[in-house]
C-alpha cells in the first residue's frame, strides 16, 4: 500500500476514478467494434432494425453476444489489472489497484470486476462506497483491494 506524508494512504479521488471508467469505456468499444469493421456494422444496424420491430423479444443472437460483451469487459479490466495493476484509463488518470494483502492475485483481481458488466450492479457496488464513506466499493472490500492515486513522482 502506498504511503504519503503523515502515514496517509493515498486513496483514489471518486471523481479520477469516474474518468478513468469513462475511458476504459472508450477503449472497450474500440476493442468490440473495430474488429467488427464494415460488415459488423451492417450487421449491428440490421439488428437494431429487429428491435424496433420486436423490442421485448430476446433473441438467442443477442443473449450470445451479450455474453460475449460481458465477458470481454470482465476480462479487459482483470487481465490489465492483475498483470499492470491498472486498466488503460487508471494510467492515465494515474491510478493503480493494490493489494491489502501481499501481493494482487488474479482472483482479487476478478472478484473486484465482476460487476462492471452491469450498469445496475456496478452502481449499488459504488453505491456501498458512498453510504458508508468508504473508499472502497463493496466488492473492493470483499476482494481486499483498494485503487489508490501514484504521485507525481512515482514511476511504477
Not at 482472483?107 to 462506497?129: A, E, G, H
Amino acid at each position: 500500500m502506498k504511503k504519503g506524508l503523515l502515514n496517509k494512504t493515498n486513496y483514489a479521488p471518486l471523481w479520477k476514478r469516474i474518468v478513468a471508467f469513462i475511458i476504459d469505456w472508450i477503449v472497450i468499444g474500440f476493442i468490440i467494434l473495430l474488429p467488427l469493421g464494415s460488415a459488423g456494422k451492417s450487421k449491428l444496424s440490421s439488428l437494431s432494425e429487429t428491435l424496433q420491430v420486436t423490442p421485448t423479444k430476446l433473441t438467442s443472437e443477442m443473449i450470445i453476444v451479450s455474453i460475449i460483451i460481458a465477458i470481454i469487459m470482465i476480462l479487459y479490466w482483470t487481465i490489465l489489472e492483475y498483470k499492470l495493476h491498472q486498466s488503460v484509463g487508471k494510467i492515465l488518470m494515474r491510478l493503480q489497484v493494490v493489494s491489502k494483502t501481499k501481493n494482487l492475485t488474479f482472483w482479487q483481481c476478478l472478484v473486484r470486476n465482476l460487476t462492471k458488466f452491469s450498469t445496475p450492479l456496478l452502481f449499488l457496488d459504488v453505491i456501498y462506497m458512498l453510504i458508508t464513506r468508504s473508499h472502497q466499493r463493496f466488492l473492493e472490500k470483499t476482494s481486499n483491494t483498494e485503487v489508490i492515486e501514484l504521485s507525481k513522482h512515482d514511476t511504477r
